[in-house]
C-alpha cells in the first residue's frame, strides 16, 4: 500500500484496497448516509463488493439501510446537467442531508459527475474517489475537477471540489478493456513528458505485461504511484489553474478538438495520445522544442498502442473549429501548453500557457490530417 498525502487528503494506491473503503471512508468522510455513484458496467463487477466491504467493514455500524446507490448507464453522453438534476432529485427523495458523503465508483465520467453532485449538494458535501479506469486512476480522481458537458462543450459547467480521499485499486484494472486501458496510459505518457522522461521508459517496460495478462494489480502499484505524485505535485502548487496546472493540458488543446471532431469514436487518451505528438510538433515549428521531441512522443505513444495521427479524413479547419469552441483561449486566442523537451515544459513567462495563431496551429493540422 502507498499512499501520497501532499494534497491535503490522502491518495491510497492499494491493490485489494477496495476491501479497506469503510476504513477511509470513515476515518475521512464520517456521515450518516452514504450514496454509492456508479456506472451499469462497473456496477456489475464492483458494486456489491464496495457495498458490502463498507457495511462490514464498519467499525461505527453502517448498516445498509444508510447506504444508497445510484447506478447509470456507462458512457460520456450521460455526464450531462439532466443526468446531475436526476441523480440531485434521488438524493433528495432519499431524504438525503448535509451529513451524506457520496462514494464515486467508476471512471472519470464518474469522478466528474458524482464530484460535481458532490459539489452541490446542500452547498457541498464529502465525495471518496474510486477510480476503476486506469485514466481515472492517474488524473481524473485527482485534483478535484468536477463537471459536466453541456452541448457548448466538455466540462464546461463544474466546481473545484476535492476529494475527502481517493482510494485507487489497481486489481479493478483487470476487468478494464485493453482499449480503456491504452487509453489510460496517454495520461500516464503525459506525465512523463510533462514532469520526468523516465516515467516513460517505466511504461514500456510494464506495457507487455500489462497486456498480456492483466491481474497485475500490485505490479502496477509504483507507476501509478508516480504517475499520480507528478500530478499531485503540480495540483499542490496550482489547485485553481492560475498558472503552472495549464501544464497538464499539454496534448489537450488539439486533442480535445480532435476527439470532437471525430464524434466521440475516439477514446479521450487516444485523442489525446495525437494531441501531444501534434502540440510537439507545434512546439518544434516554433523553435520551443528541441527537434526530436515529437518523434520521442510519437514513439512513446505508438509503443502504448495509441494513436499518433489523425483518423483519415478528419479536416484540419473542422478540428481547429473545435477547438477554439474549447475553454483553452484568452482573448480570443488559442492557448497551448507545450513542452521545451522529454520532461519539461515551456511557458514559465507567460502563466504556462503559450498563445499561438490560428494559422500555424492549421500548418500541423493539416500536416496531422494529410498524414506527411
Ligand atoms: P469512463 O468513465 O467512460 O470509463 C470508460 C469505460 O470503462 C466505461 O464504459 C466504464 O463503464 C468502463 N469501466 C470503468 N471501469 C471499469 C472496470 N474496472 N472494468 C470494466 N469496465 C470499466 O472514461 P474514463 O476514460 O475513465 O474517463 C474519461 C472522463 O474523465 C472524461 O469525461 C474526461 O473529461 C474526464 N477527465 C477528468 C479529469 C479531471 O481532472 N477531473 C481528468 C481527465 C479526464
Ligand atoms: N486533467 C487536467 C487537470 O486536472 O488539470
Redesign the pocket.
Known amino acids: 500500500m502507498r499512499t501520497i498525502d501532499t494534497l491535503g487528503y490522502p491518495i491510497v494506491v492499494s491493490s485489494g484496497g477496495l476491501a479497506e473503503v469503510a476504513r477511509i471512508v470513515e476515518e475521512r468522510a464520517p456521515s450518516h448516509r452514504y450514496v454509492i455513484i456508479t456506472?451499469d458496467?462497473?456496477a456489475s463487477?464492483y458494486l456489491d463488493h464496495v457495498s458490502a466491504s463498507l457495511i462490514e467493514g464498519s467499525g461505527r455500524g453502517v448498516t445498509s439501510d444508510r447506504v444508497h446507490t445510484v447506478v447509470i448507464p456507462?458512457?460520456?453522453e450521460h455526464?450531462t446537467r439532466e443526468r446531475w438534476s436526476a441523480i440531485t432529485d434521488t438524493l433528495l427523495a432519499y431524504g438525503c442531508g448535509r451529513d451524506t458523503a457520496i462514494i464515486a465508483l467508476?471512471?472519470?465520467?464518474?469522478?466528474?459527475l458524482a464530484g460535481f453532485v458532490a459539489a452541490t449538494y446542500m452547498r457541498g458535501i464529502p465525495v471518496v474517489q474510486i477510480p476503476?479506469?486506469l485514466?481515472?486512476m492517474v488524473?481524473?480522481s485527482v485534483?478535484g475537477?468536477?463537471a459536466v458537458d453541456t452541448p457548448a462543450g466538455?466540462?464546461t459547467v463544474g466546481a473545484f471540489h476535492p476529494p475527502a480521499a481517493v482510494m485507487i485499486d489497481p486489481a479493478?484494472?483487470a476487468?478494464?478493456?485493453a482499449r480503456?486501458l491504452r487509453?489510460g496510459l496517454a495520461e500516464v505518457i503525459k506525465h512523463g513528458v510533462i514532469a520526468d522522461r523516465s516515467v516513460i521508459d517505466e511504461v514500456e517496460a510494464i506495457m507487455p505485461a500489462l497486456l498480456a495478462a492483466r491481474a497485475l494489480g500490485a505490479a502496477l502499484e509504483p507507476m501509478i504511484e508516480r504517475s499520480v505524485r507528478i500530478k499531485a505535485d503540480v495540483v499542490a502548487a496550482d489547485e485553481r489553474e492560475l498558472g503552472l496546472r495549464k501544464v497538464l493540458n499539454f496534448g489537450h488543446t488539439i486533442g480535445h478538438g480532435v476527439e470532437a471532431a471525430s464524434d466521440y469514436v475516439l477514446?479521450?487518451?487516444e485523442a489525446i495520445a495525437i494531441g501531444m505528438v501534434a502540440e510537439a510538433r507545434l512546439a518544434e515549428n516554433l523553435g520551443i522544442a528541441t527537434v526530436g521531441t515529437a518523434a520521442a512522443i510519437e514513439d512513446a505513444v505508438t509503443r502504448a498502442g495509441l494513436p499518433s495521427r489523425a483518423p483519415d479524413g478528419m479536416a484540419a479547419d473542422r478540428v481547429l473549429a473545435l477547438m477554439r469552441s474549447d475553454k483553452k483561449q484568452r482573448r480570443g486566442v488559442l492557448e497551448y501548453s507545450l513542452p521545451k523537451r522529454m520532461g519539461e515544459m515551456a511557458g514559465e513567462s507567460s502563466g504556462w500557457a503559450i498563445a499561438v495563431d490560428d494559422s500555424i496551429a492549421l500548418e500541423v493540422l493539416r500536416a496531422l490530417a494529410n498524414r506527411e
Do not use: C, F, M, R
Request: net charge negative.
Open positions: 456506472d458496467n462497473v463487477h456507462a458512457g460520456e455526464k467508476g471512471g472519470g465520467v464518474i469522478g466528474d476503476t479506469t485514466l481515472a488524473d481524473a485534483g475537477k468536477t466538455k466540462n479493478t484494472l476487468s478494464l478493456p480503456e487509453s477514446l479521450h487518451g
